[in-house]
């Protein structure tokens, strides 16, 4: 029963440690690290608040090291959902009834525990299972998820004080009432943030939840429920299942309770669970929620008054950070022939200053892709920009996977601007670039429009305005978040929410109030003071 009006904490982004030489934080994440890495973890599913192991189970490697094993996890059978989804709507009953406040105050919890104790583990589990670099590490599994936790706290209780007008007759006031049935988190590898978000904001807003991570981020994800768990989040809120996607899907959207699905992940695999739910629409309690963020073929584009120096930081930063495993890398690029040489050189000269290895050892910017099969994707499509007489490779285009799943940054130019790497996701160190006539710059954008099916980010760098609102306008449809005079990557929680459309997903942007929305069934309540008791209105006479 609530006694008061609430007021939470204001959320403030979390500020990102530097990790200099000779810092304290350094040296936390670097023993964490190394204890992690020389030891074995058994990571079970955990359901009903309790571990559960099937003894089926996989190994989980570094991808910059992947012969050496951290751990195992274990592989759900039929019968582990089905348990999950009855564990869930049990747990409805009382999670849905909670009352917020004390639903925030877990997540809070969350956030402090990952600001504070959890820091160095979270993130030295993320530079392991992801390979990513202590920086990458730190805005993602640190950073974002804290922001995450923290801003969608605040999103929620902004949305309960979304209320209607009332009048002296009648009180009139809204609900925003859990879905009914439980929902099911589908997450990614690339961003421990995403895979902690999505079923973190559904249960913030009094969903339960089934929660199937994805294989390469087990590691990591085992971190997150370890926190989630001693923040106080109660037993079957959130259900963890790992194994088999196509079981574990089929089972959780058979059942007539499935009332919603957020998915992060490729764009075919999210049109292929759009048309399964679609085709089992007429077995459901209640219409889904469907929400997801998929792929993307994102730009930048340089106006030919754009300063070539900031252009190449951009390209390099944009396509190598965590190898381009971000759905947000830029992967593709315009730049003006007037240009070319001095951006040519500056991404060259960059490219070739970058060091390559594990991300332990912290003065390496660029570590290993995902897998195997990630790997061999990038390797092919090197070697047909190799051979293609329309592409050139001007630096990287080596490869190694002795050791670790090591791809060296490359850049492709193009004299074709639909050649395959222009329009195709690739998901790794890889971009490619047009040189286009500096005087056929809004030819150049209707081109950058209609090259990709994908709409999730872009960049326009320019110093002169009209340039700069021309782009803004010609490309208003291929980029749910638009940078300008910067790269395309980096959203912030609670600055930029992150989403796209076309292929690149619904845009529900993640890290905002709009995404929390689609987690709610709004009641409205309408109370009359003074009930009539003449069905006669005036005009009657």
């Known amino acids: 029963m609530g006694k008061g009006f609430f007021n939470v904490p204001i959320a403030v982004n979390e500020p990102v440690m530097s990790y200099a030489p000779g810092s304290p934080e350094r040296e936390a994440v670097s023993?964490?690290?190394?204890?992690?890495?020389?030891?074995?973890?058994?990571?079970?599913?955990?359901?009903?608040?309790?571990?559960?192991?099937?003894?089926?189970?996989?190994?989980?490697?570094?991808?910059?090291?992947?012969?050496?094993?951290?751990?195992?996890?274990?592989?759900?059978?039929?019968?582990?959902?089905?348990?999950?989804?009855?564990t869930a709507l049990e747990a409805r009953k009382a999670w849905s009834q909670m009352p917020w406040e004390q639903r925030a105050g877990i997540f809070l919890k969350a956030a402090e525990l990952i600001a504070g104790p959890f820091r160095a583990k979270i993130n030295a589990a993320t530079m392991i299972a992801q390979s990513k670099t202590i920086h990458q590490a730190e805005i993602d599994a640190a950073c974002e998820l804290?922001?995450?936790?923290?801003?969608?706290?605040?999103?929620?209780?902004?949305?309960?004080?979304?209320?209607?007008?009332?009048?002296?007759?009648a009180w009139n006031r809204v609900e925003y009432r859990p879905l009914e049935g439980f929902?099911?988190?589908?997450?990614?590898?690339?961003?421990?943030?995403?895979?902690?978000?999505?079923?973190?904001?559904?249960?913030?807003?009094?969903?339960?939840?089934?929660?199937?991570?994805?294989?390469?981020?087990?590691?990591?994800?085992?971190?997150i429920m370890d926190i989630f768990k001693e923040a106080g989040v109660p037993d079957g809120v959130i259900n963890v299942?790992?194994?088999?996607?196509?079981?574990?899907?089929?089972?959780?959207?058979?059942?007539?309770?499935?009332?919603?699905?957020?998915?992060?992940?490729?764009?075919y695999i999210f049109k292929e669970l759009w048309k399964q739910i679609g085709n089992n629409i007429?077995?459901?309690?209640?219409?889904?929620?469907?929400?997801?963020?998929?792929?993307?073929?994102?730009?930048?584009?340089?106006?030919?008054?754009?300063?070539?120096?900031?252009?190449?930081?951009?390209?390099?930063?944009?396509a190598f950070e965590f190898q381009g495993q971000k759905c947000s890398a830029a992967s593709r690029a315009y730049i003006p022939n007037n240009l070319w040489n001095d951006v040519k050189k500056y991404v060259i000269e960059d490219v070739k200053s970058f060091k390559m290895?594990?991300?332990?050892?912290?003065?390496?910017?660029?570590?290993?892709?995902?897998?195997?099969?990630?790997?061999?994707?990038?390797?092919?499509?090197?070697?047909?920009?190799k051979a293609d007489a329309d592409a050139e490779i001007i630096v990287g285009g080596n490869y190694d996977k002795s050791k670790g799943y090591f791809i060296e940054?490359?850049?492709?130019?193009?004299?074709?601007?639909?050649?395959?790497?222009?329009?195709?996701?690739?998901?790794?160190?890889?971009?490619?670039?047009?040189?286009?006539?500096?005087?056929?710059?809004?030819?150049?954008?209707?081109?950058?429009?209609?090259?990709?099916?994908?709409?999730?980010?872009?960049?326009?760098?320019?110093?002169?305005?009209?340039?700069?609102?021309?782009?803004?306008?010609?490309?208003?449809?291929?980029?749910?978040?638009?940078?300008?005079?910067?790269?395309?990557?980096?959203?912030?929680?609670?600055?930029?929410?992150?989403?796209g459309a076309r292929a690149s997903g619904t845009n529900d942007k993640a890290g905002s109030a709009q995404n929390l929305l689609r987690w709610v069934s709004p009641r409205m309540i309408k109370e009359t003071f003074v009930t009539p008791t003449n069905y006669r209105y005036p005009f009657l006479g």
């Open 31 to 86: 023993k964490t690290y190394k204890d992690m890495f020389n030891s074995q973890i058994d990571v079970p599913m955990y359901i009903n608040g309790k571990d559960v192991t099937t003894g089926n189970t996989r190994t989980m490697s570094p991808p910059h090291d992947h012969k050496h094993i951290v751990g195992t996890y274990h592989l759900a059978e039929k019968k582990h959902v089905d348990e999950a989804i009855a």
């Open 146 to 169: 804290i922001d995450f936790l923290r801003f969608n706290v605040q999103f929620m209780t902004d949305i309960y004080m979304e209320q209607p007008e009332s009048t002296s007759d």
């Open 183 to 223: 929902t099911y988190a589908v997450t990614p590898f690339n961003f421990t943030a995403i895979a902690g978000n999505l079923p973190a904001c559904m249960a913030l807003m009094g969903n339960v939840v089934v929660w199937k991570p994805s294989d390469s981020q087990i590691y990591s994800a085992k971190v």
């Open 241 to 267: 299942v790992f194994g088999d996607p196509v079981m574990i899907t089929d089972t959780v959207m058979a059942s007539p309770d499935f009332s919603g699905l957020h998915f992060t992940g490729s764009t």
């Open 282 to 318: 007429h077995n459901y309690k209640t219409y889904p929620r469907i929400v997801g963020e998929t792929g993307g073929k994102d730009f930048i584009v340089a106006h030919k008054t754009a300063n070539a120096k900031q252009v190449a930081t951009a390209i390099v930063r944009g």
């Open 357 to 385: 290895g594990s991300p332990e050892d912290m003065s390496n910017f660029i570590t290993a892709v995902i897998h195997e099969g990630s790997f061999d994707k990038l390797a092919k499509y090197i070697d047909a920009a």
């Open 409 to 499: 940054p490359t850049v492709i130019v193009t004299t074709n601007p639909k050649y395959s790497t222009m329009c195709t996701e690739l998901f790794g160190p890889v971009i490619t670039i047009y040189v286009y006539d500096d005087n056929k710059y809004s030819e150049t954008l209707k081109l950058v429009d209609e090259t990709s099916e994908y709409a999730l980010t872009g960049a326009i760098l320019s110093t002169c305005r009209y340039a700069i609102e021309e782009a803004t306008k010609t490309l208003q449809n291929c980029a749910g978040n638009f940078y300008i005079n910067d790269k395309p990557t980096g959203a912030v929680v609670g600055q930029q929410p992150f989403g």
